[in-house]
């Protein structure tokens, strides 16, 4: 599987491009916003886009995912349902956040733990990661081993927990429990900034080292 990171707002927030090599399917993953950005990768990358992935409800993540699903005519799939709430307040959190006003929608399917994702022929597992926001949820390539993990980790960081229905343990408790079995060599593709891999972050990072 072949990936492209696409930062997109004001925010930096890293817009995932997910492709199937062999199908040529893709999908988007937390298209916060700058979709004219977007489009001209995919376009570049002559992939079709099949789905936009969410990872959670917070606006610099979705808060282009109306536009895009409409212009293309593909399903939001995701996060859990947990982040309802989120994606049912996207007017406030436009106005809040300085976002330009963004449309509001219902996620096609909403994830589970233990649910699979498929992009072309690849499949993604979900791991439903609450702490950040309670419904965030993490796409885990196993093939190639890559994750991507949203605002659950950062390099060098982690996740708020200070929003609506954050909680610090909660989120240290995802990262141990659900990330760190998964490996060493995962390397992850953050909400934000560059990438790392579990192993780095066992390490070193001051949150969640080991």
Known sequence: MKYRIIPVTAFQQNCSLL??????????????GDI?????????????????LLTHGHIDHIGG?????????????GPHR????????????????????????????WLAHGDKVAVGEEILEVLHCPGHTPGHVVFYHRQSQLAIVGDVLFKGSIGRTDFPKGDFHTLISSIKNNLWPL???????????????????MRHNPYVSV
């Open 19 to 32: 492709i199937c090599e062999r199908t040529g399917k893709a999908a988007a993953v937390d298209p916060g």
């Open 65 to 77: 995912t109306y536009e895009l699903a409409s212009l293309l005519d593909v399903p939001i799939i």
């Open 82 to 109: 947990d982040d309802q709430f989120w994606i049912e307040a996207v007017a406030s959190q436009c106005q809040a956040f300085g976002f330009p006003v963004c449309h509001g929608f219902t996620p096609t399917r």
């Open 36 to 52: 004219d950005l977007i489009l001209e990768v995919i376009d570049k990358e002559k992939a079709a886009l099949e789905a936009i």
């Open 183 to 201: 490996g060493e060599q995962v390397a992850f593709i953050p909400g934000h900034g560059p990438m790392s891999t579990f192993g780095e972050e």
